[in-house]
């Protein structure tokens, strides 16, 4: 499946989503912002997922919102379900929820702040 930044690849099993080593000099080649790579679950998540994005400098994504937004939509189709929990199975990890309501996502998880700032904004003209 193709979105309209990213290409979905479902693969058999959640075993090969985490030992995947991607070409990452041909994924670069592709005419797309990233490859989201995905399977279903197991009894603590509903999919696994992992995501490379090499042509932006990315070569994998530790947790990917962007890409849960389209994980989401396809899982709750698949699965019948509109809660979803998500598992991104890189090397640092972690844990996505996500609800579907219409054509709307919804996504939380955890996260730690490692810096704060302030930007102001000067007015036009």
Known sequence: ???????????DSAQ??????????????????GVI????????SDFVSRFFAPAAG??????????????????????GKNALR????SARGGRVEA????DR???SGRAVTVAQGELLVSPPG
């Open 86 to 89: 998500g598992l991104q199975v």
């Open 16 to 33: 090969t989503v985490r030992g995947l080593t991607p070409q990452l000099t041909a994924l670069a080649r592709l005419d797309v912002r």
């Open 58 to 79: 990315i070569d994998e994504d530790p947790v990917t919102a962007s890409a849960h937004c389209s994980l989401a939509p396809y899982w709750s189709r698949k699965l």
């Open 105 to 107: 996502v919804s996504i």
């Open 99 to 102: 609800h579907v309501r219409g």
């Open 1 to 11: 499946m193709r979105g309209r930044l990213d290409l979905l690849v479902e693969l």
């Open 37 to 44: 790579v995905t399977a279903a679950g197991g009894t603590d």
